[in-house]
């Protein structure tokens, strides 16, 4: 399968399955169009037509011998050789656990009216962790981790800083065993920022590998939602905060993390401003919500949006130019490694590898399915009890999804959310088929801002 586009003065070649990127000029990006439809003098023919001014009979049949040196190379045209792999790869770490998602508190000082987790209780009542279930947790996730040194938590809510006492408490328990367990814990910590002061800050940057940091943006629009329970915004609350603590992290990772909405589908306005405040660590998602909802993005939004995306890659391509590079979560792509086959086909892991821990224990296959009784996995004590339900996630890959079987990025997205799948299709194998478009255009500008990147750097 090939995929070919324009972007950023570059033609791109992408050849699916062997995961080879070119980029070409005008006559060959043609030739390789064409070149599986047609036989080679009737490509041959084409081309002449098409480029006859430019180019000589000739140099299009040297083009020709070059296409088939790269088919001949696994480079072009490779066949699918992963469908029939794809049970058996996921099953090779089946039963180990490497990540949770520890809600430590499911109640939250702001009030975000796009809230996925309903203003931080997941339908239920306001619950903070126990230090003694947080443990548990830790403990679980040792038991289960098999044979892997490094383990991921992330400190989640609602907003996590509300039960700080015991995130603390549990960071010093985890480092007190994971040297007897063999163990490496990296944590992170998402937050809004209004808790922050500088024992937050110097415990974070002390013992977070990661810190996701809440902001939509422009004044005006994050202050549209993000807002406290007297229906004040919090910009003001929160940007010096987050200043202070990316200044004191020396370099550490974090993420300034925003959401879009219908009401402001020109994110790249709001991802400017944060470029302005001095942050160069961003992400900037899409609001999740469902479609009659007035935030969720609509088709007169697409266009707009995928606009905003184009012109994302454009403004790193030329800030990396000036001596002002940024970051951007969903552009960082490796071209010359990148993820494994396991990952390309498997995804995130969602319960299986990855479980969300409610503050009373509860397991989830992911934060977004917590609280939706149906998809309650077990507990931290008795372990994962609902297997049914954890088998229909093992069963799920990028080949178990009908829609992905066409599609050229399903090796880069790995099927996409299970979450989003299943609040769009009814299922964890069905198709979020909005979040897909956006997924294709991030795609094809991070790939063209990083062959930017690369060829600048020959």
């Known amino acids: 399968m090939i995929h070919s586009y324009k972007l950023g ?4 070649v992408i050849d699916v399955f062997s995961g080879s990127i070119h980029l070409v000029d005008d006559v060959a990006y043609d030739i390789i169009s064409l070149y599986e439809t047609k036989t080679r003098e009737e490509t041959a023919a084409e081309a002449l037509r098409l480029h006859g001014g430019e180019v000589t009979a000739d140099e299009i049949d040297e083009c020709l011998d070059s296409v ?29 656990v490497k990540a949770l998602c520890l809600h430590v508190a499911h109640t939250c000082n702001l009030c975000c009216s796009y809230c996925f987790a309903g203003q931080g209780r997941y339908s239920g009542e306001r619950a903070l962790m126990s230090f003694e279930t947080g443990r548990r947790a830790l403990d679980f996730l040792i038991e289960n981790s098999g044979s892997r040194r490094n383990l991921e938590v992330d400190f989640f809510g609602g907003e996590p800083l509300m039960n700080f006492d015991v995130v603390k408490r549990l960071v010093e328990y985890a480092r ?39 902001l939509d943006g422009r004044r005006e629009v994050h202050d549209r939602f993000r807002v406290d329970h007297a229906g004040r915004g919090s910009w003001d609350r929160i940007v010096p905060k987050f200043k202070r603590l990316v200044e004191a992290r020396g370099g550490k990772n974090y993420y300034i993390r925003g959401t879009f909405t219908h009401m402001n589908p020109d994110f790249l306005e709001d991802i400017k401003t944060m470029l302005d405040l001095g942050f160069d660590e961003l992400s900037m998602e899409p609001v999740v919500c469902p479609p009659d909802d007035p935030l969720a993005l609509t ?12 012109r994302l890659a454009d403004l790193i391509v030329s800030r990396r130019e000036e001596g002002r590079p940024f970051t951007f979560y ?6 010359e490694e990148g993820p494994c086959i396991y990952k390309r086909i498997s995804g995130c892991g969602s319960g299986c590898e990855y479980l969300a821990v409610t503050p009373d224990g509860q397991l989830y296959p992911c934060h977004q399915f917590v609280g939706d009784e149906k998809f309650r996995l077990g507990d931290v004590w008795e372990g994962v009890t609902n297997t049914e339900m954890q088998a229909e996630f093992a069963a799920s890959n990028v080949y178990t999804k009908p829609a992905c079987e066409d599609c050229w990025a399903k090796l880069w997205c790995a099927g996409g959310c299970a979450a989003n799948s299943y609040h769009a299709a009814g299922s964890v194998n069905g198709c979020y088929e909005y979040g897909c478009k956006l997924f294709r255009r991030r795609l094809e500008c991070a790939i063209m801002a990083e062959a930017r990147r690369m060829l600048a750097d020959e």
């Open 330 to 335: 969903h552009y960082m792509i490796d071209l």
């Open 299 to 310: 088709e007169d939004d697409l266009p707009v949006v995928l606009e905003q995306y184009e």
């Open 176 to 214: 007190s065993v994971e040297g007897e367990k063999g163990k490496n814990f990296r944590f992170t910590l998402t937050t809004n920022g209004v808790l922050i002061d500088d024992e937050v800050i110097d415990f974070a940057n002390r013992e977070m590998s990661n810190v996701v940091l809440s």
């Open 68 to 96: 088939e040196t790269l088919k001949e190379a696994g480079q072009l045209y490779t066949p699918d050789i992963y469908g029939d792999k794809a049970d058996t790869l996921k099953a090779k770490t089946s039963g180990v």
């Open 9 to 12: 003065g570059l033609n791109i």
